[in-house]
């Protein structure tokens, strides 16, 4: 039986000045943590800043203002050419499939899952488990952010939730931590901004949760996307 969902977020870049940080995230989407994680839209046309609100009035506003994509952006995919079947007598070679984001994403929530791990420990906190299944959901969630499927937030936690209950049995309580960045050491940047705010160090260091899993997705600029979600199901 559900008794409790927290849910909290971050994301952590480097300091810059107000203008240069609009020039910078002109087009884009950024939280301020400071904020209470409020999400802002930086619309380029005048690099002011459009509060997203409830889930629907941001996609609201991005359907207004978002940038979209325009015939020049379509010219700039190229066609692929229409080559005849080879025959059989033609030797085909595979093209080597480039699997370092897979193994990145995969190296990063290993990581991120032994640092958050070694911090409940210093603390005197018991470790969390590792769940595959959970496991799953997070980095489904964290490959959606990272291509652009839906905006960097919970949207969708009650149902993750839903769907792992179904898997795991029942549980006292659930929460989800997410966090994204650009930086060197993504997993201890991701771990450094939640124990930096209240929310997300509440529970990573709850010591009711027993079992755990992180996903990492990675978009094409090489933003890191981090979920974890927590159970407790003792």
Do not use: C
């Not at 839903?162 to 930086?183: C, P, V």
């Not at 939640?194 to 992180?214: C, F, M, R």
């Amino acid at each position: 039986m559900k008794k409790l969902l927290i849910i909290a977020l971050a994301i952590f870049m480097p300091m810059a000045t107000e203008a240069a940080l609009r020039d910078d995230l002109s087009g884009r989407i950024h939280i301020q943590v400071q904020k209470n994680g409020e999400a802002f839209y930086v619309y380029p046309e005048n690099n002011e800043r459009y509060y997203l609100g409830r889930p629907a009035d941001a996609f609201q506003l991005m359907r207004e203002k978002g940038l979209g994509i325009t015939n020049l952006n379509l010219q700039q995919i190229p066609l692929a050419s229409l080559n005849p079947i080879p025959d059989d007598s033609q030797d085909i070679t595979d093209e080597p499939q480039n699997n370092e984001p897979e193994s990145k994403a995969s190296e990063l929530a290993n990581n991120t899952f032994n640092l958050v791990n070694s911090h409940r420990v210093s603390i005197g906190v018991p470790a969390l488990t590792w769940v595959d299944d959970i496991a799953e959901e997070s980095l489904l969630h964290s490959q959606n952010m990272a291509e652009g499927l839906i905006l960097p937030s919970h949207v969708g936690f009650d149902q993750r939730v839903d769907t792992l209950a179904d898997k795991l049995g029942s549980y006292t309580e659930a929460a989800e931590n997410l966090a994204w960045n650009n930086m060197q050491d993504p997993a201890q940047t991701a771990l450094e901004s939640w124990l930096g705010s209240p929310d997300h160090k509440q529970a990573l260091e709850n010591p009711n949760y027993d079992i755990t899993g992180v996903g990492v997705g990675i978009s094409k600029e090489s933003i890191y996307y981090f979920t974890q979600i927590f159970f407790d199901i003792k």
